[in-house]
């Protein structure tokens, strides 16, 4: 099954199996494809050989930072004695991404049943999904999941007769971009105002409640049962020969000015170019390619040619010019007015910080207006280095990343892009699109 | 659907276009009573109410009562239509935290609101993805079929208000906007008198 579209030949559908196929959203459903028997697997064996598993199949997070999630699990010291937490972060927000929603949409059991193998991996009897304010069909729907979960005994104090105690809950966020930063999303979840914390101490030692805690993407824990039930050799099949750092499949989302929107999922290593263009069916009739953004707005923009080039794996990314992330692909053609485009990018950040850093709050705020202002044709020619300028001060001197994912895109734009900057600075007028 | 059917069942796992107040009476969507309560208050979590009861299944969730915080309020706009003053002091009192702090979490968060809102609240989604797939013309679509003078004002009808919002993460399905609980996708212009007339 695929959605919105038929799978492509080319396409591997591990995760996205049951997208759009609405048997598999209930218990039944979900057990007649095979659901819950890597929890199973997982009750009867030692966390640590779990983790091990995890750590050996090379997974990474695939929330955007892509740290390797067996290492985060063995960061949680086992008998402290203290209770430890699993959070999973549902709060997909990074503009050009939507793959959460659709695993939670269509295969909500498969994330409950990572969760429950998370949790028990790293020693925890508690696991929190934390689902955005805005995503309330995968709320029902991941709620009642659980519901069915917890009346067929898959969870609670006696986890499918293994004796060990398994908690999933929802927590439902109230709309804020910002409470996808683990550390603002545990805040959140212990009812707080969702701003970031200092780190050290790190989740892992002082987390939600102060208790050691993991956060683990959606799309993350929803690999670990395949990788349980197959092995990890099984999930290494999917990388490049020369890069055995990104393993496994990846799915993206994928919009924007393109011809068929939606979600995919490749092996790693797949090839960006055959990705646009034959997947996803390449530009718009008449159009051509501007820019890509790859992994949500926060990643740095791609020339045509530099995505032409790139394969599509953490390493792939980052040897031209810019980032996995979160796997968001958002295409922009020549009929747009990418000035604009960065513009309401940076005002998105404006609006989503949680001003809690100067450099951020003013650093936002001010980006947005200098590119409103050119936008509207009223650009000076010192203002693109005022932009670079303020984007510098912006990098790495916060408590958390948002001030550099809003100097990323109107950085990297201005690197990339410079031309179409400047002329609007210099003809002091609205843009014209190219003609189709 | 009528708002509350179903209210024996605990919210979530009824549909968001059932998501209301349990008695299933409408919301106050009268913009002019500002951040308080026209009548005396009444309540959302008297003793022995279905909405107590939520809550108090709720709090065994969570290690602090303060976590329960966010679903307590979600509780509040569900039965009310917003979260007035009296009602965070209500909510402070039950968690045993101060109604300046449940005050200072509810302005943080930008799905609660702090004065009723039109019947039906129209957001449309006008970050970068939607915007470069014409979201901006769906803005002025609604506002010109709602009557609504501008962004943020509810219609003279009291029916209708439209914002703009920030991501909804639905991009590839642009426009993607959300009424009230409801998510539509692939909005476009055309489609606003047809999505308009469906609701009540």
Same mark, same amino acid.
């Given at each position: 099954?695929?959605?919105?579209?038929?799978?492509?030949?080319?396409?591997?559908?591990?995760?996205?199996?049951?997208?759009?196929?609405?048997?598999?959203?209930?218990?039944?459903?979900?057990?007649?494809?095979?659901?819950?028997?890597?929890?199973?697997?997982?009750?009867?064996?030692?966390?640590?050989?779990?983790?091990?598993?995890?750590?050996?199949?090379?997974?990474?997070?695939?929330?955007?930072?892509?740290?390797?999630?067996?290492?985060?699990?063995?960061?949680?010291?086992?008998?402290?004695?203290?209770?430890?937490?699993?959070?999973?972060?549902?709060?997909?927000?990074?503009?050009?991404?939507?793959?959460?929603?659709?695993?939670?949409?269509?295969?909500?059991?498969?994330?409950?049943?990572?969760?429950?193998?998370?949790?028990?991996?790293?020693?925890?009897?508690?696991?929190?999904?934390?689902?955005?304010?805005?995503?309330?069909?995968?709320?029902?729907?991941?709620?009642?999941?659980?519901?069915?979960?917890?009346?067929?005994?898959?969870?609670?104090?006696?986890?499918?007769?293994?004796?060990?105690?398994?908690?999933?809950?929802?927590?439902?966020?109230?709309?804020?971009?910002?409470?996808?930063?683990?550390?603002?999303?545990?805040?959140?979840?212990?009812?707080?105002?969702?701003?970031?914390?200092?780190?050290?101490?790190?989740?892992?030692?002082?987390?939600?409640?102060?208790?050691?805690?993991?956060?683990?993407?959606?799309?993350?824990?929803?690999?670990?049962?395949?990788?349980?039930?197959?092995?990890?050799?099984?999930?290494?099949?999917?990388?490049?020969?020369?890069?055995?750092?990104?393993?496994?499949?990846?799915?993206?989302?994928?919009?924007?000015?393109?011809?068929?929107?939606?979600?995919?999922?490749?092996?790693?290593?797949?090839?960006?170019?055959?990705?646009?263009?034959?997947?996803?069916?390449?530009?718009?009739?008449?159009?051509?390619?501007?820019?890509?953004?790859?992994?949500?707005? *926060?990643?740095?923009?791609?020339?045509? @040619?530099?995505? =032409? /080039?790139?394969?599509?794996?953490?390493?792939? $990314? &980052?040897?031209?010019?810019?980032?996995?992330?979160?796997?968001?692909?958002?295409?922009?053609?020549?009929?747009?007015?990418?000035?604009?485009?960065?513009?309401?990018?940076?005002?998105?950040?404006?609006?989503?910080?949680?001003?809690?850093?100067?450099?951020?709050?003013?650093?936002?705020?001010?980006?947005?207006?200098?590119?409103?202002?050119?936008?509207?044709?009223?650009?000076?020619?010192?203002?693109?280095?005022?932009?670079?300028?303020?984007?510098?001060?912006?990098?790495?001197?916060?408590?958390?990343?948002?001030?550099?994912?809003?100097?990323?895109?109107?950085? *990297?734009?201005?690197?990339?892009?410079? @031309?179409?900057? =400047? /002329?609007?600075?210099?003809?002091?007028?609205? $843009? &014209?699109?190219?003609?189709? | 659907?009528?708002?509350?059917?179903?209210?024996?069942?605990?919210?979530?796992?009824?549909?968001?276009?059932?998501?209301?107040?349990?008695?299933?009476?409408?919301?106050?969507?009268?913009?002019?009573?500002?951040?308080?309560?026209?009548?005396?208050?009444?309540?959302?979590?008297?003793?022995?109410?279905?909405?107590?009861?939520?809550?108090?299944?709720?709090?065994?969730?969570?290690?602090?009562?303060?976590?329960?915080?966010?679903?307590?309020?979600?509780?509040?706009?569900?039965?009310?239509?917003?979260?007035?003053?009296?009602?965070?002091?209500?909510?402070?009192?039950?968690?045993?935290?101060?109604?300046?702090?449940?005050?200072?979490?509810?302005?943080?968060?930008?799905?609660?609101?702090?004065?009723?809102?039109?019947?039906?609240?129209?957001?449309?989604?006008?970050?970068?993805?939607?915007?470069?797939?014409?979201?901006?013309?769906?803005?002025?679509?609604?506002?010109?079929?709602?009557?609504?003078?501008?962004?943020?004002?509810?219609?003279?009808?009291?029916?209708?208000?439209?914002?703009?919002?920030?991501?909804?993460?639905?991009?590839?399905?642009?426009?993607?906007?959300?009424?009230?609980?409801?998510?539509?996708?692939?909005?476009?212009?055309?489609?606003?008198?047809?999505?308009?007339?469906?609701?009540?």
């Amino acid at each position: 099954m695929g959605y919105p579209h038929k799978p492509h030949a080319r396409e591997t559908v591990l995760l996205s199996q049951y997208f759009g196929d609405a048997e598999a959203v209930t218990l039944d459903g979900w057990k007649k494809r095979g659901g819950y028997t890597a929890l199973r697997k997982a009750l009867g064996m030692a966390p640590g050989d779990i983790v091990t598993i995890v750590k050996d199949s090379g997974l990474r997070g695939r929330g955007g930072a892509g740290f390797p999630t067996g290492v985060k699990w063995s960061f949680m010291k086992p008998g402290d004695g203290k209770p430890h937490y699993l959070c999973c972060n549902a709060d997909e927000s990074e503009p050009g991404t939507f793959k959460d929603r659709e695993i939670m949409r269509w295969t909500p059991h498969a994330l409950v049943e990572g969760c429950a193998i998370g949790a028990y991996a790293i020693g925890a009897e508690t696991a929190y999904i934390y689902i955005r304010g805005e995503f309330t069909e995968p709320v029902v729907r991941v709620e009642n999941a659980i519901k069915e979960a917890y009346a067929a005994g898959i969870l609670g104090k006696n986890a499918m007769g293994s004796g060990k105690t398994v908690n999933v809950w929802v927590h439902r966020g109230a709309g804020a971009y910002i409470c996808g930063e683990e550390t603002a999303l545990m805040n959140s979840l212990e009812g707080k105002r969702g701003n970031p914390r200092i780190k050290p101490p790190f989740p892992a030692v002082s987390g939600v409640f102060a208790q050691p805690t993991t956060i683990n993407n959606v799309e993350t824990l929803v690999a670990v049962p395949h990788i349980l039930n197959n092995g990890a050799e099984w999930y290494k099949q999917w990388m490049r020969p020369d890069n055995p750092k990104s393993t496994g499949t990846k799915l993206y989302s994928v919009c924007g000015n393109i011809q068929k929107p939606g979600n995919y999922e490749v092996p790693m290593g797949f090839p960006f170019k055959d990705f646009l263009y034959e997947l996803c069916g390449g530009p718009l009739p008449g159009r051509r390619f501007k820019a890509i953004i790859p992994g949500g707005i *926060s990643v740095p923009i791609q020339t045509v @040619a530099e995505a =032409e /080039a790139s394969l599509m794996d953490y390493e792939g $990314f &980052v040897a031209n010019g810019t980032m996995l992330g979160s796997g968001g692909v958002i295409v922009f053609d020549d009929a747009q007015n990418l000035v604009k485009q960065i513009a309401r990018a940076a005002r998105f950040f404006a609006h989503e910080s949680c001003a809690q850093c100067t450099q951020c709050r003013e650093g936002t705020a001010w980006s947005t207006k200098i590119l409103e202002r050119i936008v509207a044709g009223d650009g000076t020619s010192e203002d693109l280095d005022t932009l670079l300028e303020i984007g510098e001060n912006m990098t790495g001197k916060t408590i958390c990343v948002l001030s550099d994912s809003c100097a990323t895109p109107v950085s *990297s734009g201005i690197a990339k892009f410079r @031309a179409d900057f =400047e /002329a609007l600075i210099k003809k002091k007028v609205h $843009f &014209v699109p190219a003609v189709a | 659907m009528s708002p509350g059917s179903g209210a024996s069942t605990p919210e979530y796992f009824r549909a968001p276009s059932e998501w209301g107040p349990s008695d299933g009476k409408g919301f106050e969507t009268d913009p002019g009573s500002g951040h308080h309560e026209h009548q005396t208050y009444q309540s959302v979590f008297t003793a022995g109410s279905a909405r107590r009861k939520e809550l108090d299944a709720l709090l065994t969730r969570y290690p602090t009562k303060m976590a329960a915080l966010l679903p307590a309020l979600w509780m509040v706009q569900h039965e009310r239509g917003w979260v007035s003053e009296e009602a965070m002091a209500e909510v402070a009192e039950l968690l045993e935290i101060t109604p300046a702090y449940v005050k200072g979490v509810v302005t943080f968060y930008t799905m609660y609101h702090q004065h009723p809102v039109a019947k039906h609240f129209i957001q449309v989604c006008t970050t970068s993805p939607c915007n470069a797939c014409g979201a901006e013309d769906v803005v002025d679509a609604f506002l010109r079929h709602t009557n609504c003078q501008e962004l943020g004002q509810t219609s003279p009808d009291g029916k209708f208000g439209v914002i703009e919002v920030e991501c909804l993460g639905a991009c590839g399905f642009a426009t993607a906007i959300m009424i009230n609980e409801d998510f539509i996708e692939s909005v476009t212009p055309d489609r606003v008198p047809e999505i308009l007339a469906g609701l009540e």
